[in-house]
């Protein structure tokens, strides 16, 4: 039986080796270089992160456009995601492509599209590309020495672009006063944070596709070595981690205690305006804190709050002036760069904004409490089987949920998901992932132990 591949919120992901194979990464890339034909694009920009198979998926999908006479930029080693998308702008090119699961475990790959200006691509775009996928591609392709011979192939410095790029939009000179501590959790974003900060404390940096048994995503539970660290030296004012491909950031305070993308985000916001007086729309999607939407209307900014997936917020990155994006899971995008989530980029600017006050994290999160006032977020990933899950996306639909133990429903909002606002501080959501067999569930709350009774309280209503 042929297997149907669809995109998710970001890309299409498998496991490799069962629906990722070489077989199917050039079925997808046939489907994607017919789009790029259909729209007269000459050029493409491909690179893959540090998982299993990267090089060879790669150049598999590079071999895919050679024999569809599109000239391709290869990427020299592993890359980031931004990387790859700064590239398509740099070089003019039609089309990024980027072999990575994100921060999906090691046992999956998968395949993102970025569009011209280095964002992802729009959903229109990537639903041409999926009808154009078919059953099979087995045909001839031409080797990456005669695309090379032929005008077909240029391989790039995608890592040294993005560096180049940096220096010139930050100070990073003074940002050697900052401590920092780097979890690259083993992805692509470990050689150039090293390049231009080298006097950070580096920890997994190391090419490991397996990522040491663990899925390398940016959050609290997953950061215990880098908390740890900071906790431990004096010497260390922040700690950054991004994520398998950098498109994602988490950080850690001073004393190594978790920063989640919500403050990230108030912080960002509050830099970019309050500082440096910059302007323009806010937009956040539906799982974000509405201390981003106090804080827009504190200072006189347009919000919106968009589904989920940041692919939503870069088409409005396209067409509008957006000072802030940013989603609950680290995809965070700021005026000024290219219309892309770069966890590299944000945790830049974080960095820029503590070297800039000479203040820590900590005090630079206090100063967001004064305008919009304390909080705190947590989420639970429930892994749970298919019927589970639909009997209760089933009973979110039918509004079946009136409380979470004590917690009464006061309203309820179903933009992508299902928030159940509880309190005038307090909201408790649901959601199916994406990409993952996983139910998400999120919870805001005045503290982070209050947060945490909430989502101990759904869970027992959800299992019961």
């Not at 970025?114 to 031409?142: C, F, L, Q, W």
């Not at 949920?401 to 606002?421: E, M, S």
Request: charged content about 20%; hydrophobic content about 40%.
């Amino acid at each position: 039986m042929i297997q149907t591949i669809k995109f998710g919120t970001d890309g299409w992901r498998a496991i490799i080796g069962d629906d990722y194979t070489v077989a199917n990464v050039r079925r997808i890339a046939t489907g994607t270089a017919l789009w790029l034909k259909s729209q007269g694009a000459k050029n493409v920009v491909i690179g893959h992160d540090t998982r299993f198979g990267g090089p060879l998926f790669a150049e598999t999908t590079a071999r895919v456009m050679g024999a569809h006479d599109i000239h391709v930029y290869l990427a020299k080693g592993f890359v980031s995601t931004p990387m790859v998308s700064l590239g398509v702008v740099k070089t003019k090119s039609d089309l990024g492509i980027v072999i990575t699961a994100s921060h999906n475990p090691h046992t999956y790959n998968g395949f993102k599209l970025k569009s011209k200006h280095g964002s992802p691509s729009i959903p229109d775009d990537v639903n041409a590309v999926e009808k154009r996928i078919p059953d099979t591609a087995d045909y001839e392709m031409p080797t990456l020495q005669f695309m090379a011979e032929n005008n077909l192939l240029t391989y790039v410095d995608l890592e040294t672009i993005y560096d180049e790029h940096a220096r010139n939009s930050f100070d990073i000179p003074s940002m050697q006063s900052v401590g920092l501590a780097y979890d690259a959790m083993f992805g692509a974003g470990q050689r150039s944070v090293q390049r231009l900060l080298p006097n950070a404390v580096a920890l997994h940096c190391d090419h490991n596709p397996g990522f040491h048994g663990q899925a390398p995503e940016p959050i609290m539970r997953n950061l215990t070595e880098l908390s740890a660290l900071l906790a431990s030296r004096n010497d260390l004012t922040v700690g950054l981690a991004n994520d398998g491909d950098a498109d994602r950031i988490g950080m850690c305070d001073e004393d190594g205690n978790f920063v989640d993308s919500h403050h990230l985000l108030l912080l960002l916001l509050h830099y970019l305006h309050k500082y440096k007086g910059l302007t323009g729309k806010v937009i956040v999607t539906f799982s974000v804190t509405d201390k981003m939407r106090k804080m827009a209307e504190i200072y006189g900014l347009d919000f919106e709050v968009t589904k989920i997936g940041f692919k939503y917020i870069a088409e409005i990155m396209l067409h509008e002036d957006v000072l802030v994006g940013g989603e609950e899971s680290g995809g965070l995008a700021v005026k000024g760069h290219i219309p892309e989530r770069d966890g590299v980029w944000m945790g830049l600017m974080i960095m820029e904004f503590m070297a800039k006050t000479g203040k820590t994290l900590k005090e630079l999160i206090q100063e967001v409490y004064e305008v919009v006032g304390s909080f705190a977020f947590d989420r639970y990933d429930l892994h749970l089987t298919e019927a589970q899950k639909h009997e209760i996306i089933e009973k979110c639909q039918a509004n079946s949920y009136t409380n979470f133990g004590d917690y009464q429903v006061k309203a309820t909002d179903n933009l992508d998901g299902y928030k159940f606002v509880l309190s005038d501080d307090e909201w408790l959501m649901i959601r199916p992932s994406g990409t993952e067999p996983v139910l998400r569930v999120y919870a805001q709350a005045a503290t982070f132990a209050q947060a945490n009774k909430i989502l101990e309280a759904a869970k027992m209503t959800l299992l019961t």
